[in-house]
C-alpha cells in the first residue's frame, strides 16, 4: 500500500488528490485525533513504530514519506 | 531573532535547564513585545496597561509584568490575534459560574501541541505507548469549544499508540466500560501503559467501578497522570498521599507512579508534572511566580501566596502573566534533586472564595 492510499483511505479524500503539499489541518478530516488513527495505520501497514516527534513532525505529505524514509519504508 | 523565532526556540531546546538568572534574561524581551502586541490588538487590555502607566520598553524584571487575574477570561473578549481563530476552549466552570473564553489561534495551537510534546518527552521519553484515557470520549468532541478534560487528552494523545477510553457515554451519563478496560489490561499490562485523567473523575468514577466490579490488574509500569479537581476530594479528606496509594494499589503499580499535575485552561500546553522529588518545574517558555495575597508583590521562597503563571506560547490572548486563584509555594530554585533547573514550587490549595481581590475594575474604561 502506498502512502497515498492509507492517506487517501483514512481522511476520507480520492487517492488522485493526495499530495506532496497538502498540509496538516489544511483538509477538515486531518484533525489531532484522526492525526492519530493515520499513524496507528502507518505502523500497521509498514510493521513500524513511530516515536512523539515523529507524529508532531508529520506536518504534511512530504514530511510524511520523509519520516517513514527514516524508517526505510519506500513510500 | 524575531520574537516567533525566539519563541520556537524556547520550545525546540532542551527544557529546564536555565537557571533563575537565565530565564529572566531570556523571557524578559520577549514578553515586552508580546504585551506591546496585545495593547495594540485589543482594548481591554489597552485600557487595563493605560491606566497602569507602564512603559512596556522599561518594565526592569519578570515580577514587575503587571499581573492579570484569571477571572478577566470570564468578563471580557480578550483575542489579541487578528486573524480567524482555529477554537476556543472553555474553563470547566462550576454550575452557576461564567466560564472562561479562551481563544486559540492557529499559532497559538500549533505552539501548544509542540510544546506539551516537550514536556511529555522531558518526563517520560518520546516511545509512544498503550494510553487509558479515564473519561469518556465526550469530553474531548469538538463541539462549540472543548473543555480543559478534553484539551488535556488531546494534548497528551501524542504519547498514545493506542488510545483506550474507560467510560462511554449514555445520555451525558459516563458508564465504566469493564470489558473495554479488562481487554486492554489484558494485552497490555505488562508494558509501559500510560493513564490520564481528571483527578475527581478518577476517584469518584473509577476507582468506585473498579471496587464495584472487584477488579484488580497487575500492571508494574503504569503511571498514571492527573490532574484538577482538588478541591472536591479535600472536601471528601482525600490527600494525594492516599490518592496515589489507592490508584497504584487497584492497578498494580507503585504510588511514586502516580503523578499529579497542575494545568488550567489558560495555559493549554504546559502542565506542571510532578518531578521525582514531587516538585513542579516550569518549562522554558513558561515561568512561575508567587503573590503576597494583599500586596499582590512576590513573594520569596517558603512564602505560600497566589501562583502566576507566565506563559510565552499564546498570541490570541494574554497569557504572559495571569493570576490565579491558587495557592502555591516557591520550595527553592536551581537545586531541586531531581536535576531541572530554575525555581521549583508545589501547588497548595485552590481558592474556596474566589475574586476577593477587588479587581473586577481592571479593564474599566475611564
Ligand atoms: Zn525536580
Redesign the interface.
Known sequence: MTVEQIFSECFNIPVEQVHDNIKYQEIEKWDSLNHLKFTARLEEVYDIELDMDDIINMSSVKKIREILQNYGVAA | MNIDQQIDQLISEPQYQFTDAEKEKRLLPVIREQLKSHYRNNRHVKSWLDKLALDIDRIPSLAAVPPLPTQMFKYFDLQTSPGEL?RILYSSSTSGQTPSRIPIS?LTAQRQ??AL?AI??NHFG???RPFLAIDSPAS?R?ARGITARGAAI?GF???????VYAFDDHDGRMVFNEERVRDFFRRHQAEEVFALGFTFVIWSEFRKALLDANLRFHCPNLVLVHGGGWKKLRAQSVSKEVFSGTLAGLLGSRPENVLDYYGMVEQTGIVFIDCVAGHKHAPNFAEVKIRNYLTLEENGIGQPGYIEIMNLLPDSYPGMSILTEDVGEILGADDCPCGRKGKYFVFRSRLEKSEARGCGDTFREN
Open positions: 482555529q492557529p501541541t509542540k510534546a511529555i518527552k518520546a516511545k509512544r474531548n469538538e488531546r494523545s501524542i504519547l498514545a499508540r493506542e488510545m
